[in-house]
């Protein structure tokens, strides 16, 4: 088995691709307005990021195959296959985890945006699928901030929450951006391990996949 490992994680389950795709692609664009000035002509004024997508192809083999990565552990192809079309019925999104052993990983929420299926003749149960994943960024509604008696709007401002070094500590302060298999990852060296510590906060985290900035987690050792 190489470093190199394709995982879904949803509901303190992982589940590693049984095949790694040969590449995975990241389109990642800027949202930008136009406008004409006078005397000037167009300009374009950068607006926000856009949502992050990823792509690739893999196979499922029907069969365990001398390839695979997940020898110890084979599912063949409709058990992958009704997994994804779960979380897409129920509108699920989950956690993309891309991991090469060398630098930085993917690991980010994602909803399974679309998903191609593709059967070869001589190859009947072996599936070929192709997966388009977009970004999913975590939201809630707001309470509402303006009074409307008044004709100035008040603007409630959240106090920025500050990253704490986590080494040498038996509490986290979770920071946007983190999730349990990176908070995992820095511990104990293995993102994998993140059960221990959903295991040891199950009062503060309801779903594994969804950690919010501020939550103070235990870290067992």
């Known amino acids: 088995m190489s470093n190199y490992a394709i995982y879904f994680d949803y509901d303190n389950e992982t589940y590693r691709l049984p095949v790694n795709p040969e590449q995975i692609q990241v389109k990642s664009s800027m949202a930008t307005e136009k406008y004409e000035v006078l005397k000037l002509g167009?300009?374009?004024?950068?607006?926000?990021?856009?949502?992050?997508?990823?792509?690739?192809?893999?196979e499922l083999p029907h069969k365990k195959q001398h390839y695979v990565e997940t020898s110890g552990g084979?599912?063949?192809?409709d058990y992958y296959l009704n997994i994804f079309e779960l979380w897409r019925e129920k509108l699920i999104p989950v956690r993309f985890i891309a991991s090469n052993g060398i630098g930085d990983d993917i690991n980010t929420l994602v909803l399974i945006d679309d998903l191609s299926i593709t059967e070869k003749a001589g190859e009947e149960g072996d599936k070929y699928?192709?997966?388009?994943?977009?970004?999913?960024?975590?939201?809630?509604k707001m309470p509402a901030t303006v009074n409307l008696?008044?004709?100035?709007?008040?603007?409630?401002?959240?106090?920025?929450?500050?990253?704490?070094?986590p080494k040498n500590m038996g509490t986290y302060t979770v920071v946007s951006g983190d999730s349990?298999?990176?908070?995992?990852?820095?511990?104990?060296?293995?993102?994998?391990?993140?059960?221990?510590?959903?295991?040891?906060?199950?009062?503060?985290i309801k779903?594994?996949?969804?950690?919010?900035p501020g939550q103070v987690l235990t870290i067992p050792s």
């Open 129 to 140: 699928v192709s997966f388009k994943l977009i970004e999913y960024r975590e939201y809630a």
């Open 207 to 212: 779903n594994p996949s969804l950690i919010y």
């Open 180 to 204: 349990l298999w990176k908070i995992a990852k820095t511990y104990y060296g293995n993102g994998a391990k993140y059960t221990k510590i959903y295991n040891a906060n199950k009062d503060k």
């Open 149 to 165: 008696t008044d004709t100035t709007a008040q603007i409630v401002q959240t106090p920025n929450v500050e990253a704490v070094s």
């Open 42 to 58: 167009q300009i374009v004024m950068p607006t926000r990021m856009e949502l992050k997508e990823y792509s690739f192809e893999c």
């Open 74 to 77: 084979f599912k063949g192809a």
